[in-house]
C-alpha cells in the first residue's frame, strides 16, 4: 500500500494511464471537478451498480426498481425543502473572484488560497447548490426546473405508483440508480465531490414502530455489502450523526466511512428519515400518500423510510484505493490493483508466448471463446511476457492465459493468478468455465 501522502496522485496517474478516469473537456483545459469514466471505468462503475441491483433487487422479492426521469416538477423541490434550504454561505475574493465557503478554515485566516491575497474577502452570501435550467422555449419563472441534487425524490413522488402496480405490502423497498447533480463550491480529492455524480439509493417503507428495527437491519445488510466487494474491514467504520450533524428530515443517520488517503469519510448512509417526505408530499400535492393496510382497512398511515444512500463514484473511489498495493516481486517492482474479480473491468488477459508457431492463432481462438461466452478479455501480444503481466496487473485484471509451445501439444494453456502469482494448466476446452468459477 503506497503511503497516504501520494497514494491519490498515484491514483490520478493510474486512472489515466489504464483508462478508468479522465478530466472531462481535457483538450479545452478541462471543466471544474467533472470527470468521464473511460473504457476500463465504465466497466468497473457498471460492475459495482450490478452487484448493487442483484443484492437489492434481484435477491429480494420486497425491493422494486424504478428510473425516475432527472427533470422533475419544480414543487418536488420546494416539498422536499431543497428550494428554501440547500444553500450555502459563501464568501468571494475580491482580487481573483473564486467563492469559498464561509466555514473554510482559509476564509478564518483571511487569505485566499489560491491567490494568497490577505483581508479581500466580501461578507457572505448565500448561493444555492442546485442547477437551475428552464423547460421550454420560454425563459420565465413559470417554466424554471433544476436538475436532481438527489435520486430519492423520484422514488418518493413514485410511492403510490409503483406499491398498486407491483402488488407489494409493507414493508417493501423501492431501489433507483441515476445521475444527480449539485453546484458544488469546495469540489475535490478527485471523484470524491464532484458537480455531476450518480447515486445507487433504496427506499424502504415501513410501518412507525418498527422504524429503529429496520434501520439496525439496512446497517447491517450495508455493511455487509460492502465488505463482499473485498474491502478490508479496518478501513471501515460506522459515525452516527450526532444532533447537529443531523438533516431536516433525519431521526437518526449513520455513515459508512472509509480510511481514505485524506482522513475517514462518508460513502454511504443509511437514514431513518420518518414520515417526513412522504408527508410533505402530500401536503404540496394534495395526494394522499397514505398505506392502507389490506387485511384491515381501518389501519392507515404515513410510511416512515429507511434510506440506504451510496455514492457510485465514491464506492468506485473506495474500491481503488483499497486495491491498489505496491510490491516487489523477485527484485522487481509491480503495482497491482487487486480487484475483486467480480469487480474487475477485464476478467482474462490472453498472451500468446512468441508471435510465430501458430501461437497467435490459438491465442486468438481461446481469445473469441472468452468474449462470446461474455467473459471480457484482453489480447495482448506487444513486448516481453513479463511486461505483458506488469500492465494487466496494474489495469486490475484477475487471470492472465498464455499459449506457449505445450498448448500446440496438449491445447492446455498457463493460467496465472493475479494475487498469488500462482500458475497453472488448465485445458482450453476448461478456460470459460475455469474463469467464470473463480469470478465469484
Same mark, same amino acid.
Given at each position: ?14 486512472? *489515466?494511464?489504464?483508462? #478508468? ?27 459495482? *451498480? ?58 478564518? *485566516?483571511? =487569505? ?6 490577505? $483581508? ?85 417503507? =415501513?410501518?412507525?414502530?418498527? $422504524? ?13 455489502? =460492502?465488505? +463482499? ?13 450526532? +444532533?447537529?450533524?443531523?438533516?431536516? #428530515? ?33 401536503? #404540496? ?9 389490506? @387485511?384491515?382497512?381501518? *389501519? ?18 473506495? =474500491?481503488?484505493?483499497?486495491? #491498489?498495493?505496491?510490491? @516487489? ?27 510465430? $508457431? ?34 494487466? $496487473? ?47
Amino acid at each position: 500500500m503506497a503511503d497516504g501522502s501520494d497514494l491519490m496522485d498515484k491514483l490520478v496517474s493510474l486512472c *489515466k494511464r489504464r483508462g #478508468y478516469v479522465f478530466q472531462s473537456s481535457e483538450i479545452y483545459g478541462g471543466a471544474g471537478s467533472v470527470w468521464d469514466y473511460g473504457p476500463l471505468g465504465v466497466e468497473l462503475k457498471n460492475n459495482i *451498480k450490478a452487484a448493487w441491483w442483484r443484492a437489492l433487487v434481484h435477491e429480494r422479492e420486497d425491493i422494486e426498481g424504478i428510473d425516475a426521469a432527472i427533470l422533475m416538477h419544480a414543487r418536488v423541490w420546494e416539498a422536499s425543502g431543497h428550494v428554501a434550504g440547500f444553500v450555502d454561505p459563501l464568501v468571494e475574493c475580491r482580487v481573483c473572484h473564486r467563492r469559498f465557503r464561509a466555514d473554510a478554515p482559509e476564509v478564518a *485566516k483571511q =487569505v485566499c488560497p489560491v491567490c494568497g491575497s490577505k $483581508d479581500s474577502f466580501t461578507e457572505p452570501r448565500l448561493f444555492n447548490l442546485m442547477f437551475k435550467t428552464f423547460m421550454g422555449p420560454v425563459e420565465d419563472e413559470a417554466s424554471v426546473v433544476y436538475l436532481r441534487p438527489e435520486t430519492a425524490q423520484g422514488i418518493y413522488v413514485n410511492f403510490q405508483n409503483v406499491l398498486s402496480s407491483s402488488r407489494q405490502r409493507i414493508p417493501f423497498g423501492i431501489a433507483q440508480i441515476g445521475k444527480a447533480f449539485r453546484n458544488e463550491i469546495t469540489p475535490g480529492n478527485f471523484i470524491f465531490r464532484t458537480r455531476e455524480f450518480e447515486q445507487m439509493e433504496m427506499q424502504f417503507f =415501513v410501518e412507525p414502530g418498527t $422504524d429503529e428495527q429496520w434501520l439496525e437491519h439496512w446497517k447491517a445488510e450495508r455493511m455487509q455489502w =460492502v465488505q +463482499s466487494l473485498g474491502i478490508q474491514p479496518a478501513r471501515l467504520r460506522f459515525h452516527e450523526h450526532e +444532533s447537529g450533524e443531523l438533516a431536516h #428530515y433525519a431521526k437518526r443517520a449513520f455513515d459508512i466511512q472509509y480510511e481514505f488517503p485524506f482522513g475517514w469519510q462518508e460513502f454511504e448512509g443509511i437514514h431513518n428519515r420518518t414520515d417526513f417526505d412522504l408527508k410533505r408530499h402530500q401536503d #404540496y400535492s394534495g395526494k394522499k400518500l397514505e398505506y392502507v393496510d389490506p @387485511v384491515n382497512r381501518d *389501519k392507515r398511515y404515513i410510511p416512515y423510510i429507511i434510506e440506504t444512500s451510496a455514492g457510485v463514484d465514491r464506492t468506485l473511489l473506495v =474500491v481503488l484505493a483499497d486495491a #491498489y498495493r505496491e510490491e @516487489v516481486i523477485e527484485g522487481e517492482p509491480r503495482v497491482v490493483l487487486a480487484l475483486h474479480p467480480r469487480l474487475a473491468p477485464i476478467k482474462a488477459a490472453v498472451f500468446p508466448l512468441v508471435n510465430k $508457431d501458430g501461437m497467435p492463432e490459438v491465442a486468438g481462438r481461446v481469445h473469441q471463446l472468452l468474449r462470446h461466452a461474455a467473459v471480457p478479455s484482453f489480447y495482448d501480444d506487444s513486448g516481453s511476457i513479463g511486461r505483458r503481466y506488469r500492465r494487466q $496487473d496494474e489495469a486490475g485484471t484477475p487471470f492472465a492465459l498464455t499459449i506457449d509451445g505445450q498448448t500446440l501439444q496438449d491445447e492446455t494453456v498457463t493460467v496465472r493468478e493475479r494475487d498469488s502469482l500462482r500458475q497453472e494448466r488448465v485445458g482450453i476446452g476448461r478456460v470459460v468455465d475455469y474463469v467464470r468459477g473463480r469470478i465469484g
